[in-house]
């Protein structure tokens, strides 16, 4: 029987990365919001931070990761520069007992295309980067080269087509970065937008996208394997034409405890 290597004998998994997707942990925000949406636009929920439960799901969410075998795989976390993301991310996948970088723990950049729907909410206002530096020291704000907060309007809602817009930004950001298995953790409306716009390049069976592109819970992690077919000769596309397949290379290729990722196969690249 042929090895996988000698039927796939090219640098395939080049054109395939592993995303991690993960949502916010309750913030004061999520509370008032059920509540009362009219609440959403207080100056008082400015950068909504994570509530003492959310704070509790980052927790348990930390333990499930170390547990699967995750934590060691992942070579980069993508974090909005909002407070509850960002403490979200640097819960789950920092140095456990302190907030300080080490070797052992992946690198956390901070970045503006990953931000929540922006404009008119306090909550979804970030603070200077000054602040976000002096907050957490051990994330990456190289890409933040404003200080202020200009992309947050007071009196302007980003639409939902803008919104869509941005992520397809950010899924070619991340495309291009060298990591393989990457985090990003975001907020409820950005990663379903994620999952969104890499269906609709896909094959995917439409029917399945609602349930698939549901609404994220507080602190859910849902990972998919995106494989852009569009790089693959026929030929051996055919050969990789099922998820079982697909999993054994990628499992050849040191990528294990991937059983429960969705895989997404692009019909074209999500780079020029």
Avoid at 144 to 163: A, G, H, I, T
Wanted: glycine share 4%; proline share 5%.
């Amino acid at each position: 029987m042929e090895s996988i290597e000698s039927q796939f004998p090219y640098p395939w998994h080049q054109h395939c990365k592993i995303l991690h997707l993960v949502r916010h942990g309750q913030a004061l925000h999520n509370v008032e919001g059920d509540k009362n949406p009219e609440a959403l636009l207080s100056p008082n929920l400015f950068d909504a931070q994570l509530t003492p439960l959310g704070l509790k799901q980052v927790a348990k969410l930390r333990n499930e990761v170390y547990a699967s075998g995750l934590f060691n795989r992942i070579e980069l976390v993508v974090t909005s520069p909002l407070s509850r993301a960002m403490e979200t991310a640097s819960g789950c996948f920092g140095r456990e007992g302190e907030n300080a970088v080490s070797s052992s723990t992946p690198k956390i950049m901070a970045v503006e295309l990953c931000r929540d729907r922006l404009g008119v909410r306090p909550c979804d206002m970030r603070r200077k980067v000054s602040d976000c530096c002096s907050r957490f020291p051990w994330i990456d704000f190289s890409m933040m080269d404003v200080e202020d907060d200009n992309l947050w309007s007071p009196e302007l809602r980003e639409s939902k087509e803008e919104l869509a817009k941005r992520v397809t930004k950010l899924l070619n950001w991340v495309w291009k970065r060298p990591e393989k298995e990457i985090v990003v953790v975001s907020h409820g409306i950005v990663v379903q937008q994620i999952l969104i716009n890499l269906l609709a390049n896909s094959d995917f069976n439409p029917t399945l996208t609602p349930a698939l592109c549901k609404r994220f819970d507080n602190c859910e992690l849902r990972s998919v394997v995106i494989l852009d077919t569009s790089k693959i000769e026929k030929e051996r596309w055919a050969w990789l034409c099922s998820d079982d397949k697909a999993k054994d290379v990628l499992k050849q290729c040191g990528h294990h405890s991937i059983d429960v990722a969705t895989y997404i196969y692009l019909k074209s690249s999500l780079v020029a």
